[in-house]
């Protein structure tokens, strides 16, 4: 008996049987739909429901809302790192050059947050509201949905480095937004898909002012129109819409605007500039419906990023800081 707990048929068992655990292990650590299905059945209409208001309040919030995803997800996975406060011992990613003054909506996150946890208290993670409110923000103002998601972890901690370093900026041309979304996971044409968010909202002077004073390949009375708003100097945070034509209807006016060389950023106008990605911006502008479905399945990959799940990270309390 002793020499047959040690057959090899025996240990194949065993190492299967390990196998099959270790599998079993990592498939209760994934991402689920359902997630709080029992556990906070009222979580996903609460979320939308605040999301809502905040958004009939001020339409620009909608794009807010989504950003702060995008900026979350693109510095170490979608962990809610982008809402802890500096503290003594951590410098955050609130003070990053893409963030400062210029991200915001963590009031409504810090609102939505609240309902939730009176509703159930330690369960829902902040990095999950800001992935169903980007979701949410973009249903509001008349875009595309898609299934989030659920049961990520928030961080315990921040890193303004990589938010400085992660963060594609203003600035990028081609080749550059090219590789900063090929070093997520995402291929060129979902890079275009995903710009395609800046159909919604509005971006400082300080971001586009050498592209309407300095370039040439803008529409000479569109970069007219936005020196009236934006002068050469001062004027940081003046606003203008990323989309001239409609900053609160998610469409894809944004694709045509790059046609007739109206983007807002310098990095917008790049995806359609002679180069590799023209004919993905012409596809989109004929294309609304072709544009809207590569958005959302974008935003469902982009929501996937690095999640901290299982026994990782923490569900905060508080958003603004570790419990």
Request: glycine share 8%.
């Given at each position: 008996m002793a020499s047959e707990t040690c057959s090899p048929s025996n240990k194949l068992r065993f190492l299967l049987g390990m196998v099959l655990f270790l599998l079993m292990n990592m498939t209760t650590a994934q991402l689920s739909s359902t997630f709080y299905s029992t556990t906070c059945p009222k979580a996903l209409a609460t979320i939308k429901s605040a999301v809502n208001s905040a958004v009939s309040n001020?339409?620009?919030?909608?794009?807010?809302?989504?950003?702060?995803?995008?900026?979350?997800?693109?510095?170490?996975?979608?962990?809610?790192?982008?809402?802890?406060?500096?503290?003594?011992?951590?410098?955050?990613?609130?003070?990053?050059?893409?963030?400062?003054?210029?991200?915001?909506?963590?009031?409504?996150?810090?609102?939505?947050?609240?309902?939730?946890?009176?509703?159930?208290?330690?369960?829902?993670?902040?990095?999950?509201?800001?992935?169903?409110?980007?979701?949410?923000?973009?249903v509001a103002l008349g875009g595309p949905s898609w299934t989030v998601l659920l049961?990520?972890?928030?961080?315990?901690?921040a890193s303004l480095s990589a938010a400085n370093s992660n963060i594609p900026a203003p600035t990028l041309n081609l080749s550059g937004l090219i590789t900063a979304f090929s070093n997520k996971g995402f291929t060129a044409k979902e890079m275009?898909?995903?710009?395609?968010?800046?159909?919604?909202?509005?971006?400082?002077?300080?971001?586009?002012?050498?592209?309407?004073?300095?370039?040439?390949?803008?529409?000479?009375?569109?970069?007219?129109?936005?020196?009236?708003?934006?002068?050469?100097?001062?004027?940081?945070?003046?606003?203008?819409?990323?989309?001239?034509t409609s900053s609160t209807s998610f469409d894809?006016?944004?694709?045509?605007?790059l046609q007739g060389q109206k983007g807002l950023l310098?990095?917008?106008?790049?995806?359609?500039?002679?180069?590799?990605?023209?004919?993905?911006?012409?596809?989109?502008?004929?294309?609304?419906?072709?544009?809207?479905?590569?958005?959302?399945?974008a935003m469902a990959k982009m929501g996937n990023l690095s999640p901290l799940t299982g026994t990782s990270g923490q569900i905060r309390t508080n958003c603004r800081k570790t419990n």
């Open positions: 001020e339409a620009r919030m909608g794009a807010s809302l989504l950003r702060l995803h995008f900026h979350d997800c693109f510095v170490n996975g979608c962990d809610g790192s982008i809402l802890l406060d500096d503290t003594a011992n951590m410098t955050g990613e609130k003070t990053a050059v893409p963030n400062s003054n210029s991200v915001r909506g963590f009031e409504v996150i810090d609102t939505i947050k609240s309902q939730v946890e009176s509703l159930c208290p330690g369960v829902v993670s902040c990095a999950d509201i800001v992935a169903v409110a980007a979701r949410d923000s973009v049961g990520r972890r928030d961080s315990t901690t275009v898909a995903l710009s395609g968010s800046h159909t919604i909202g509005q971006a400082r002077c300080t971001t586009f002012r050498t592209r309407i004073y300095n370039e040439t390949n803008i529409d000479s009375t569109f970069a007219t129109s936005l020196r009236a708003n934006c002068p050469s100097t001062g004027g940081d945070n003046s606003l203008s819409p990323l989309d001239t894809n006016a944004y694709f045509k605007n310098h990095s917008d106008q790049q995806l359609f500039s002679g180069g590799s990605t023209d004919s993905q911006v012409n596809a989109y502008s004929s294309n609304l419906g072709s544009f809207t479905t590569d958005f959302a399945n």
